[in-house]
C-alpha cells in the first residue's frame, strides 16, 4: 500500500514562507514525476508545480520566482518551498505523484491535502 503524507501547512501572514513536505512509504519500486496542485475555495484544482525524477521543473506563471519544488529521491520526499506569500496562495495544498509499487504497475496517487492559509 502506497502512502502520500503532507504536512508543513498552517497559517501565514503575507509576505512570509512555508515549506510543504510530501513523503512517500509503502512498497515502492520507484517514484517517476511528482507534483502540487491545490484548491481554493470556490476555484477547481489547479496543478502548481511538477518535477521529474531527474530533477526538471515546471511552475504554474503565478508562482514563478515564488515557489520552488524539489525532491529527494533517498527520503522519497517532494517539498514546496514557498515564500512571499500572497492570500490568493490560500488553499489547500495536495500532493501527487505517479509511482511503481513492488508488486504491481504503475500507479497515480494523491496525499490526502493541507491547508495553506496567507493572512494577517
Known amino acids: 500500500q502506497v502512502q502520500l503524507v503532507e504536512s508543513g501547512g498552517g497559517l501565514v501572514q503575507p509576505g512570509g514562507s512555508l515549506r510543504l513536505s510530501c513523503a512517500a512509504s509503502?512498497?515502492?519500486?520507484?517514484?517517476?514525476?511528482m507534483a502540487w496542485y491545490r484548491r481554493a475555495p470556490g476555484n477547481e484544482r489547479e496543478l502548481v508545480a511538477t518535477?521529474?525524477?531527474?530533477?526538471?521543473?515546471n511552475y504554474v506563471d503565478s508562482v514563478k520566482g515564488r515557489f520552488t519544488i524539489s525532491r529527494d529521491n533517498t527520503k522519497k520526499t517532494v517539498y514546496l518551498q514557498m515564500n512571499s506569500l500572497k492570500s490568493e496562495d490560500t488553499a489547500v495544498y495536495y500532493c501527487n505523484a505517479n509511482v511503481r509499487p513492488l508488486l504491481s504497475g504503475l500507479r497515480n496517487y494523491w496525499g490526502q491535502g493541507i491547508q495553506v492559509t496567507v493572512s494577517s
Open positions: 509503502g512498497s515502492i519500486r520507484s517514484i517517476y514525476d
Open positions: 518535477i521529474t525524477s531527474s530533477g526538471s521543473t
